[in-house]
T-cell receptor, first 114, second 114 residues
């Protein structure tokens, strides 16, 4: 299994631009999570899905952030418009039947907004 | 709200020293507990997890953790660290049988001097 696949690995964009981060979970996993990691705030859960349905988006910082999961094998996290304070590493993780078997994390997308 | 507290932000040890990293959580109900490791520039990997049963849990790479319910703690230990253990360590918690919302502590950076 290739694991959780995220793209791009690195993204540098100018303030005000739209940014789309992509995630392909492990086949068969029914939960998908988006986390953001910064030095100041550590690892924050932004949103998670169960069977492609958003369950809890209370961690999404503001309306500029949106996430979708159109099918079981793909999810996107979009920031529009982007701001310098959005600079962080964004991780996607997936799991089977919640936390029973642990979560598998992707390699992350390092986003820099200048 | 549920929270996870890791006592040490940065620990520096010499090789062969013993390690104990503290973790406390705030939730009073039944929880599932995890320790993850993040090597420099890499994604999070599961070290060990506790769901029920023997409160002393053994994980990969010689790590173990002990769940003490009365103290709301889940401390990570290793009898003898190696230079290759240099990484950041995260304690995490989910509410039992709630599927999602893996809540992370702030992380402890471990530096092992050769």
């Amino acid at each position: 299994d290739a694991g959780v696949i995220q793209s791009p690995r690195h993204e540098v964009t100018e303030m005000g631009q739209e940014v789309t981060l992509r995630c392909k979970p492990i086949s068969g996993h029914d939960y998908l999570f988006w986390y953001r990691q910064t030095m100041m705030r550590g690892l924050e859960l932004l949103i998670y899905f169960n069977n492609n349905v958003p369950i809890d988006d209370s961690g999404m910082p503001e309306d500029r952030f949106s996430a979708k999961m159109p099918n079981a094998s793909f999810s996107t996290l979009k920031i529009q418009p982007s701001e310098p304070r959005d600079s962080a590493v964004y991780f996607c993780a997936s799991s089977f039947q919640g936390d029973s078997y642990g979560y598998t994390f992707g390699s992350g997308t390092r986003l820099t907004v200048v | 709200a549920q929270s996870v507290s890791q006592h040490n932000h940065h620990v520096i040890l010499s090789e062969a020293a013993s390690l104990e990293l503290g973790c406390n959580y705030s939730y009073g109900g039944t929880v599932n507990l995890f320790w993850y490791v993040q090597y420099p520039g890499q994604h999070l990997q599961l070290l060990l997890k506790y769901f029920s049963g023997d409160p002393l849990v053994k994980g990969i790479k010689g790590f173990e953790a002990e769940f003490i319910k009365s103290k709301f703690s889940f401390n990570l230990r290793k009898p003898s660290v190696q230079w290759s253990d240099t990484a950041e360590y995260f304690c995490a918690v989910t509410e039992y049988n709630q599927g999602g919302k893996l809540i992370f502590g702030q992380g402890t950076e471990l530096s092992v001097k050769p």
